[in-house]
């Protein structure tokens, strides 16, 4: 099974129109402890894929609100709306991403010093999120900081 | 006083003319077909039903997903709200009130698995694992770390894409709801034209709300009246100058029935405070009818030689006038206003036609046409097989009762309505109305609706009322929840989480909150359609159109369904109607028995042949407008029996009167068949066949 994980990584990789390699860091507030992944990231016309190399090799594909998870043991689909804090998620990088600042302004005020855009967050998403920060190098994503209301602190690096 | 009589008909007109002027806007003219049903539980929940906001609701679907999509749909949202008069409806939007609430009495709106005993310290362990192990950003509920509630399900979810309602695979959804209440033609119409003076030349971009088809379809049936009135009149005008060619006697005419036109309008909107336009139609049409007396008095030469009174004409007005007295105490308010209008304006034209045209006196022209050429028509033969067509037809006869056949078919709407039920997935759902003396009663009627009704939307029904409080209170106690509290925190500890992570678990407040006795302002505020009427309040649900036969066992609950209140309605009055129609129909046979005894079977056949043919060629979709013209027509069916029997019917004066009768029933009545709305389009086909059948006999000569 794990063997074709990597062969659905090795297609995804192939057929990536824009990928990135990226690590996650992950502050769980409830464990007080940090959780670190790494892989790499696609951007498809309609979808997400995020491809996870560690600790695990695990695919997630974000597509129409739902999220599918591969691994070794199979797959399985959550709806995401079912899970605002990770809907955000997905929202907030695909935005980035797209650079779509309609769909951030919605939600967020953004306030620029330099390399770094601060995000406030105002209406639903202040019942989630306590703040996004984006940091860019020579206008190229460089990093996303997302703290969430419950203590919890998502970062994500993008890898050179 | 030869000068003063002549002028005595102008100024009844300048009297008439007068209060018409300056009581016209105390008559408030209707367009609303629904408006005109009886009063009935149906129609009182249709009412109250429109105070609703989901009643009136604006959909706007922006087509795809794409950055220019989101960007069209944001700017008619920014654009729409600026306007003052809609308020955004996005289930995504949230509402402080209702969080507050849902915070406070989580542990009483989820479900509860009670039967589950769980292994505390395996129940932590998952929760570890999943916030350590799960490739997805994991949140866990610090209040519940059992896992004894969970979510209730939503039956018709609506999606979010990008942070904003999407309607199914289409692309962006925004939902409005109007902040004026007073439900209103000018308001729905100020909103109308807004919406669509915003989204003109947007091409991706699909609308609609129900109350569009107020706006629309009345503005088209006001159309269509007028035009239907423009054109009946200038037909008449221009028969009436071939016919009578005296334009003396024209010019008189033509006063004479816009004074009883004017008049009977006047005299209606006295005893109804909303007048239907369709009243306007008739009587037009009805003007058709009255100029029969004219032309019977003016082709026997009662206006240029004192001559006796005319007991044709009589009877002619008399069994009209009587068919519409008999259908007049029918309890319909749209029956009852045409048949009151008729009388007023038949005996007003009877009146004027009869007694003042004489006085006035005119000059008879050579009859316009004279007609000779007839057929042999075995009138017995005709009588008895029309009576067999009448039995048979009776026999298979289909009443329709969808009422929204008899109104404007406004096919554009309808299709993008469709557009949106089908993308919503609300297509095959009725609203009902649920009622209830108290808040608390009807929170436990909308749950006993969503229990029993699997696949229905209750909006309400996500509340809790006293009764299961206490229960659910009596549920939590029995779990012993508090007493595990302790060896939770020593567990979760060991397993890994923080010390003190689930302090707040199972907290008394969410264990027992204080019952929350739950306003109309606060539900009103939370966002959910709840109204008071005397005392009674109110709200709504969807339920599946094949489970509502479910309803009759709750007498708390009912269909809000305009095709069901009509049929309820019909069933109410059909008696009525049934004895009114049988009442006309003795009245006119005894009238024929009366006067044409002789021809009976001559006269009668301008009754039962038009009604033959009318049951026959419609009988398959009758709805209550054809039954209900299809007595009109024998009304003056019986008068054109009665003109032939009582004359040599060879006579060409008799002749003339009728082919001009008929003319001008057909310009009067035959016009309403170009209409669009179907009670008028319905009208008109009746009388075209009924005329056309008094046609064919009229083209006929007893065989000796």
């Known amino acids: 099974m794990r063997v074709i994980v990597l062969c659905c990584l090795f297609f995804l990789s192939l057929f990536a129109n824009d990928s990135a390699a990226f690590k996650e860091t992950r502050y769980l507030y409830a464990l007080d402890k940090n959780i670190t992944l790494e892989g790499y990231i696609t951007f498809g016309e309609q979808n997400i894929v995020i491809e996870y190399v560690k600790p695990e090799p695990k695919v997630l594909t974000y597509f129409e609100e739902k999220l599918t998870i591969q691994d070794a043991k199979g797959y399985q689909v959550i709806d995401a709306q079912s899970m605002p804090s990770m809907n955000y998620f997905f929202m907030i990088i695909k935005a980035v991403h797209d650079e779509n600042t309609l769909l951030l302004n919605s939600f967020f005020e953004a306030t620029t010093q330099g390399d770094e855009t601060v995000l406030t967050p105002k209406g639903v998403a202040a019942e989630v999120l306590e703040e996004v920060r984006i940091v860019r190098h020579e206008k190229k994503l460089h990093s996303l900081h997302v703290k969430i209301k419950n203590g919890d602190r998502i970062t994500i690096e993008v890898m050179d | ?704």
């Open chain 2, 1 to 704: 006083m030869k000068s003063w009589t002549k002028t005595l008909n102008l100024l009844l007109f300048a009297i008439v003319g007068t209060l018409f002027f300056v009581y016209q806007n105390s008559v408030h003219v209707s367009t609303n077909l629904l408006s005109f049903l009886p009063e009935s539980k149906g129609k009182e929940a249709l009412e109250i039903y429109s105070h609703f906001k989901n009643s009136k609701e604006i959909l706007i679907a922006s087509e795809g997903f794409d950055k220019e999509s989101l960007s069209h749909i944001k700017t008619i949202e920014e654009k729409l709200l600026a306007s003052h008069l809609l308020k955004l409806e996005s289930a995504i939007v949230p509402n402080a009130t209702l969080i507050e609430y849902t915070k406070k009495n989580a542990f009483y709106l989820k479900n509860l698995n009670k039967d589950d005993q769980p292994n505390i310290h395996e129940k932590l362990k998952t929760l570890y694992e999943r916030m350590v192990n799960n490739p997805y950003y994991t949140v866990i509920d610090a209040n519940d770390p059992l896992g004894y509630f969970t979510p209730k399900e939503k039956p018709i979810a609506m999606s979010i894409r990008d942070g904003h309602l999407a309607l199914g695979d289409f692309g962006y959804f925004s939902v409005f709801s109007i902040k004026d209440t007073s439900n209103t033609i000018e308001s729905y119409k100020a909103v109308y034209d807004l919406v669509h003076q915003e989204l003109k030349g947007m091409q991706t971009i699909r609308v609609f709300s129900p109350t569009f088809y107020f706006v629309e379809n009345s503005q088209k049936i006001q159309n269509d009246v007028n035009f239907l009135i423009a054109l009946s009149t200038l037909l008449l005008l221009i028969l009436y100058v071939f016919i009578i060619r005296n334009i003396y006697l024209l010019i008189n005419t033509i006063v004479t029935l816009a004074t009883s036109t004017l008049l009977s309008f006047l005299l209606i909107g006295m005893i109804w405070s909303e007048v239907s336009v369709f009243v306007l139609a008739f009587g037009n049409a009805i003007g058709a009818l009255a100029i029969d007396y004219m032309f019977l008095y003016y082709f026997y030469g009662h206006y240029e030689h004192k001559k006796g009174f005319n007991t044709s004409a009589f009877y002619g007005f008399l069994t009209t006038f009587g068919g519409f007295m008999v259908f007049s105490w029918i309890n319909f308010p749209l029956i009852q206003q045409v048949c009151v209008f008729a009388m007023f304006s038949l005996v007003f034209s009877y009146l004027q036609f009869v007694f003042l045209f004489p006085l006035i006196g005119f000059k008879k022209a050579h009859p316009f046409a004279n007609f000779t050429f007839s057929l042999p028509l075995p009138y017995r033969a005709i009588a008895l097989l029309s009576l067999l067509a009448i039995a048979v037809s009776v026999y298979f006869l289909q009443v329709d009762t969808d009422i929204k056949k008899l109104d404007y078919q406004n096919t554009a709407l309808m299709k993008e309505e469709k557009f949106f039920k089908d993308a919503a997935k609300k297509e095959g759902y009725t609203p009902i109305l649920i009622e209830a003396n108290s808040i608390d009663a009807l929170i436990a009627h909308s749950n006993t609706i969503k229990n029993r009704f699997k696949n229905a939307t209750v909006p309400l029904s996500y509340f809790f009322d006293r009764a299961f409080y206490e229960a659910r209170k009596q549920e939590l106690e029995a779990l012993h929840v508090k007493e595990k509290k302790t060896l939770i925190e020593e567990e979760a500890t060991k397993i890994g989480f923080r010390e003190g992570f689930f302090k707040n678990a199972y907290n008394d407040q969410l264990l027992s909150p204080s019952y929350p006795n739950l306003e109309l302002e606060t539900l009103n505020a939370m966002g959910f359609d709840v109204v008071q009427k005397d005392g009674h309040y109110f709200t709504y649900a969807l339920v599946k159109n094949s489970e509502r036969g479910l309803l009759e066992k709750f007498d708390f609950a009912y269909a809000i369904d305009a095709k069901g209140m009509f049929l309820v309605a019909l069933q109410k009055i059909m008696h009525q109607l049934l004895l009114s129609g049988a009442l006309s129909v003795a009245f006119n046979a005894f009238i024929l028995f009366a006067v044409c005894r002789k021809t009976l079977a001559l006269s009668s056949s301008y009754v039962l042949l038009p009604s033959a043919l009318i049951l026959t060629l419609l009988g398959l979709h009758f709805t209550i407008i054809h039954l209900f013209m299809l007595f009109i027509v024998i009304s003056f069916g019986i008068d054109y029996g009665i003109y032939m029997g009582k004359s040599n019917h060879l006579e060409s004066e008799t002749k003339s009167t009728i082919v001009a009768s008929l003319i001008s029933a057909f310009a009067g009545f035959g016009v309403l068949v170009f209409s669009d709305i179907g009670a008028l389009h319905y009208m008109g086909l009746v009388s075209c066949i009924g005329i056309g059948a008094i046609l064919i006999l009229l083209m006929g000569r007893r065989s000796h």
